[in-house]
């Protein structure tokens, strides 16, 4: 495929010197703009406004009324959701033969982990810890969108989520901004390719800009309170980084911040995206996000939501046709400039032209799905999601020879293995661990038991046939976990808790005696401590996929060894959240174990017990923390040493040491690198992620591993919002978790 593109690329460049009609191809920048100039010369302001105007397709009896005649007087710049490719291309002959400018209709779709081949959730995607592969997920999403006609992904996902309540954590990359943003980039990489010209790109899009992972309560839609330089050290760096990657398009939050929905936030828009990093693609509405800044009290009516998107800089807007009805009046009644909305199409127009929409508008002739490269990959991707939690006397891996009794909802769950936002996913298509134990392992002895049919399901009136499967095998592999719907856009929890009976279902399993292997497929970090009792061992795997239940039996049986690490902290109960490793000290940092409520006397007096920061029923410390997870091998860290004990503002620090795989089995570990400012401006996170690697490291062998950190990777954000790093003493630590303990300090000079 890459020569393929080379040659592609070759011959567009070519072609260029020699045809004059390539003129809409050209990748050079003047052309693009020469191009969008004429363009807009020649454009009326109805003909602008519907430029900046989306709709979402639906294919009903209005068709000709809602989008054919719209698409003729050009007042229809891009629709999403067109699923049927005769459409697409027939919408789209329309809009390029029958409109007076013949500008093509940019066809967008929410491509979040897979078109047709599904790759496990953003959030397990995150787990896997390994860039390159989220990038080539990318990559065989957008092989396989684009062969439909799709030229733009609403993806990746760059909000930081630090509540699991949250649905929407299952579509992000987790609490830790570098980690999200390394990601993010990765993936913008792979939906654009190496030029978005090429028959297999698509156009990222950044959402949501900004801050929507912090909804209060994490009940989703709801208000942020985020302070300036928590937005600028937390919330933004994902998107700075992908920005840098190259997206072209951004799409605002459905949230107000301190009062200001993101659609009108100019600040956000101008200030940052456009005067600061010089962003030139365009940025898109939520889904009627501008229309809900009536409901907000932010916006009268329509048409002032028209006029404060417009001149907040909002280009193009999703579904709530304001721009459409009230721009061209608000431009005459001088609310609006005319050359605000000039900007708006300019910005537009660019990405159209960039994509090479003019000379290749239409759908190929053939689609692509499921090919060897994209199953393989999300089986890999699958395989490094799952996250091994516990795995009490190397109960894993176990011998293919074992009888297994295959127990659980989501053991055959082919839709909701898939999770959230998988729209053109086929559940058909899917391997669930059944399906994976009748076509791929198929020389293993198994009996399948549900338990319960769904996971919500409360009827336990099969339990006893399950404790009976697992009585009568050699072990129980329990899967449990959410439904994708339970997960996702509006999909709020406030009990974290594996929903339904499946608790009592894995208890019932246990008391059969048998070794129990429990895998969890869901969206989010479910609190499964009281089912870690009931299990020896635990290989938590996110929504993982068309290829998830295969993965599971190639760590089941060892054919894999697990790598993947948490992106998120578990909880240990839901009141702890929202929880992260990379908060700020306080002036009262909790102990190791502190005082708990057994320990309060009866009538006790008022009395700070404890005096320090922490609950005093659950504790301090999470059930798991960030960056953890085990594997069949076991990796120790030495010899950590430093080019230097100091460096200047302008310099960077070597940091090596030694890890070794003291396990039997050759394996992989994602070192991490973690350091702590001792004493800023503003007070600083405990702990901050500032690298990774993933390591393979044959049983016994050891490797010398570097990082290199410059000093500028120090800096953030203090009061005054400029961003710089502060001399003083800093503390690094290396190893497997956000827990390290191998450290050592360094300064970095006036
Ligand atoms: C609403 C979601 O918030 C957004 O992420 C998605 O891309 C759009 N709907 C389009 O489906």
């Known amino acids: 495929m890459k020569i393929k593109s080379i040659l592609t690329f070759l011959l567009s460049v070519f072609c260029l010197s020699v045809s004059a009609q390539t003129v809409y191809s050209a990748r050079s920048e003047a052309d693009i703009n020469m191009k969008v100039e004429e363009l807009l010369a020649k454009m009326t302001l109805e003909e602008k406004t519907g430029q900046m105007n989306q709709l979402s397709f639906y294919d009903g009896k209005d068709v000709e009324k809602q989008f054919l005649q719209p698409l003729r007087n050009g007042a229809i710049g891009s629709l999403l959701n067109v699923e049927n490719v005769e459409m697409l291309n027939r919408l789209q002959k329309i809009a390029v033969e029958e409109s007076r400018l013949g500008i093509p209709l940019l066809f967008g779709r929410d491509i979040i982990h897979g078109y047709r081949t599904i790759f496990p959730v953003p ?92 909804a209060e309560g994490g009940r989703d839609y709801n208000s942020t309170n985020i302070p300036p330089a928590l937005m600028r050290n937390v919330y933004l760096p994902p998107f700075e980084m992908a920005l840098k990657a190259g997206a072209q398009t951004v799409m605002t939050s459905f949230n107000d911040n301190d009062g200001i929905p993101s659609s009108a936030n100019s600040y956000l828009l101008k200030d940052l995206l456009r005067n600061e990093w010089k962003f030139d693609g365009f940025v898109v509405s939520d889904w009627a996000s501008m229309d809900e800044m009536i409901a907000h009290g932010f916006a009268k009516d329509g048409k002032h939501v028209a006029e404060l998107s417009a001149n907040a800089g909002l280009d193009m807007e999703m579904v709530s046709r304001t721009y459409i009805r009230f721009l061209p009046e608000l431009v005459r009644e001088g609310k609006v400039s005319m050359e605000t909305i000039d900007n708006a199409v300019r910005n537009i127009l660019r990405v159209k032209l960039r994509l090479g929409l003019f000379e290749n508008p239409y759908a190929p002739a053939q689609s692509i799905a499921y090919t060897d490269e994209s199953l393989k990959l999300a089986r890999r991707a699958a395989v490094e999601s799952a996250v091994l939690l516990k795995n009490a006397g190397n109960i894993l891996p176990l011998k293919e020879d074992v009888k297994i009794a295959l127990i659980g909802p989501m053991a055959h769950a082919p839709h909701d293995q898939l999770g959230t936002w998988s729209f053109d996913g086929e559940k058909e298509k899917t391997v669930t661990p059944l399906r994976a134990l009748q076509t791929e392992y198929t020389h293993v002895k198994y009996v399948y038991e549900a338990g319960l049919a769904y996971s919500r399901d409360l009827n336990a009136g099969n339990f006893a046939k399950a404790k009976a499967a697992a009585a009568d095998a050699d072990v129980a592999v329990v899967v449990l976990g959410e439904e994708a719907i339970l997960s996702g856009e509006a999909h709020s929890l406030s009990s974290l808790n594996p929903v339904g009976r499946q608790s009592e279902l894995l208890s019932a399993v246990k008391s059969a005696g048998k070794p129990v292997i429990m895998a969890v497929m869901a969206g989010r970090p479910l609190t499964i401590e009281r089912n870690l009792h009931d299990a020896d061992a635990v290989l938590y795997c996110f929504h993982p996929g068309t290829m998830g239940g295969v993965a599971l039996f190639d760590l089941i049986f060892g054919k894999e060894n697990p790598s993947g690490k948490l992106p998120v902290t578990m909880l240990r109960e839901v009141g702890q959240a929202p929880m992260y490793y990379n908060h700020n000290n306080t002036g009262r940092p909790a102990p190791d174990n502190p005082v708990t409520l057994e320990h309060i006397p009866l009538e006790a007096g008022q009395t700070s017990l404890g005096n320090t920061s922490y609950y005093l029923d659950s504790g301090r410390d999470p059930l798991f923390p960030f960056g953890y997870g085990l594997s069949y091998s076991a990796f120790e860290y030495s010899d950590l040493s430093l080019s230097a004990n100091s460096i200047s503002k302008t310099d960077s620090l070597k940091v090596s040491f030694t890890l070794t795989n003291t396990g039997k089995i050759k394996g992989v570990e994602v070192a991490q690198l973690y350091v702590r400012d001792l004493v800023g401006s503003i007070a600083r996170p405990v702990r901050e992620l500032k690298g990774f690697q993933r390591v393979s490291l044959d049983a016994g062998q050891s490797k010398t591993v570097e990082f290199r950190i410059a000093a500028n990777d120090l800096a953030f954000y203090g009061s005054d919002l400029k961003r710089k790093t502060e001399p003083g003493e800093f503390t690094l630590w290396v190893g497997g978790n956000s827990n390290a303990t191998l450290n050592a300090n360094f300064t970095v000079e006036e």
């Not at 959030?123 to 733009?152: C, H, K, M, N, Y």
């Not at 992000?172 to 943003?181: A, H, I, R, T, V």
Request: with cysteine; glycine share 14%.
């Open 123 to 214: 959030l397990g995607q995150a787990a896997t810890f390994d860039p390159a592969l989220a990038e080539a997920g990318a990559r065989a999403a957008a092989v396989e969108a684009r062969s439909v006609g799709i030229r733009w992904t609403f993806a990746p996902m760059l909000d930081i989520s630090r509540d699991p309540r949250w649905g929407r954590i299952a579509e992000s990359f987790g609490e830790d901004p570098y980690l999200g943003g390394t990601m993010g980039a990765a993936m913008v990489r792979g939906f654009q390719g190496y030029s978005l010209t090429d028959e297999n790109s698509l156009a990222a899009c950044l959402k949501h800009f900004a801050g929507y992972g912090a």
